[in-house]
């Protein structure tokens, strides 16, 4: 099993950029592919971005390409969201998955899920 941790969420103005961070507990880190999730109030959660085991596959959702860059650091078990250009309607949940099989982009497909950090962009 591994255990995930968010941080970073915030409340931030349009136009502004944030960071978000996950940490995962297991030194096997380097085995799971990982993504981002969302889910804003009333709203189902949705698929924003995916990274592959080594970190050079990534797949973006269209509503966040060209603002949003995932990345990892499997020295350190972390994978990261940078966020720029927000927009009001990024405000959401942001959640970590991880998966041992190749990244998806349903929910379905991920096994392990940290808490969540809120991100709330002001107009």
């Known amino acids: 099993q591994v255990q995930l941790v968010e941080s970073g969420g915030g409340l931030v103005q349009a136009g502004d950029s944030l960071r978000l961070s996950c940490a995962a507990s297991?030194?096997?880190?380097?085995?799971?592919?990982m993504a981002w999730f969302r889910q804003a109030p009333g709203k189902e959660r949705e698929f924003v971005a995916a990274?592959?085991?080594?970190?050079?596959?990534?797949y973006y959702a269209d509503s966040v390409k060209g603002r949003l860059t995932m990345s990892r650091d499997n020295a350190k078990n972390t994978v990261y969201l940078q966020m720029t250009s927000l927009k009001p309607e990024d405000t959401a949940v942001y959640y970590c998955?991880?998966?041992?099989?190749?990244?998806?982009?349903?929910?379905?497909?991920?096994?392990?899920w940290g808490q969540g950090t809120q991100v709330t962009v002001s107009s």
């Open positions: 297991r030194r096997t880190f380097s085995r799971y592919s």
């Open positions: 998955a991880a998966t041992e099989t190749a990244y998806g982009l349903a929910r379905a497909e991920y096994g392990y």
């Open positions: 990274i592959s085991r080594s970190g050079v596959s990534t």
